[in-house]
């Protein structure tokens, strides 16, 4: 089975980058599965009912996210009707939605997506290790297929989280700084680990943002409230190989592609 996933979608610019190029590597490169972070892709905070259902209609399975899903309150209200846009699984059980799905493959086998977002230098939620490790396990009682989107700042962390699942995942990918490593790998027992996959945005920014509003609150420490940048955007994620009966990983290929053309408008109304 091959499985695609999408860096973090940025705004607009990032939408049309996913518009663009999420229908047709499904189709040129036999993508059977399809995850995307979308987390930042309404105006580069949270995300929209409407924007939702245009990334599945673009052919994104599961939705993963993190810190930011909780930006928009009218969307966080949805969040428990909706199995196949994930929170992070780690915020206690109070918290709205689900940390976890099982959904079915375009080749009809089931994949379990799994949201984990780290503790170094973000908020003091529960253990994502314990947790994680206690989820993916739970999961491979109905699929081999086990994919963890790690929403976390440190690199260290991330790598940790790799290690403490290699064998049990199918891949450990992690998301939240923007800027794409260059360490994808298979770990020792087989499960495939890519420290961040980048962002699906404007490259000509600050991870997203416009960089004259970024530059300025570094020198001034004023808040400044950020906005969007304009340019050409680019696609960045990754493709995972698994094989169908040990869930484990045969590969992984890192992406970053440039939007050369136009692309798609039907992008939604939201910046």
């Not at 499985?3 to 590597?25: C, Q, T």
């Not at 939705?63 to 992070?88: E, K």
């Amino acid at each position: 089975m091959r499985i695609l996933f999408v860096a973090d979608i940025y705004a607009r610019p990032g939408r049309r980058a996913a518009a663009e190029f999420i229908p047709k590597l499904i189709q040129e490169r036999d993508v059977q599965f399809c995850i995307a972070n979308g987390e930042n892709a309404a105006g580069g905070f949270g995300l929209t009912d409407n924007i939702r259902r245009k990334l599945h209609a673009y052919g994104v399975d599961v939705i993963t996210s993190g810190n930011h899903i909780w930006n928009r309150a009218d969307f966080v209200g949805r969040l428990d009707t909706l199995d196949r846009v994930l929170r992070p699984l780690n915020y206690p059980g109070a918290a709205p939605g689900g940390g976890s799905t099982v959904a079915e493959a375009r080749n009809g086998l089931p994949v379990a997506v799994v949201n984990l977002q780290g503790r170094t230098f973000m908020p003091a939620i529960d253990c994502p290790f314990a947790r994680g490790r206690a989820e993916v396990d739970r999961l491979r009682g109905r699929t081999p297929i086990v994919f963890v989107d790690f929403h976390a700042e440190a690199t260290a962390e991330k790598i940790a989280l790799g290690y403490h699942l290699d064998g049990r995942a199918s891949a450990v990918i992690g998301t939240h700084t923007h800027v794409q490593t260059a360490d994808e790998r298979l770990l020792p027992e087989g499960t495939a680990y890519l420290t961040d996959a980048g962002m699906t945005g404007v490259r000509d920014s600050v991870i997203g943002t416009r960089r004259e509003i970024a530059v300025r609150r570094f020198l001034d420490q004023v808040p400044a409230r950020f906005k969007p940048a304009d340019g050409v955007p680019w696609f960045c994620g990754a493709l995972i190989d698994v094989d169908d009966a040990s869930g484990m990983a045969t590969g992984i290929e890192r992406l970053q592609i440039p939007l050369t053309g136009a692309g798609s408008a039907d992008v939604g109304d939201e910046d």
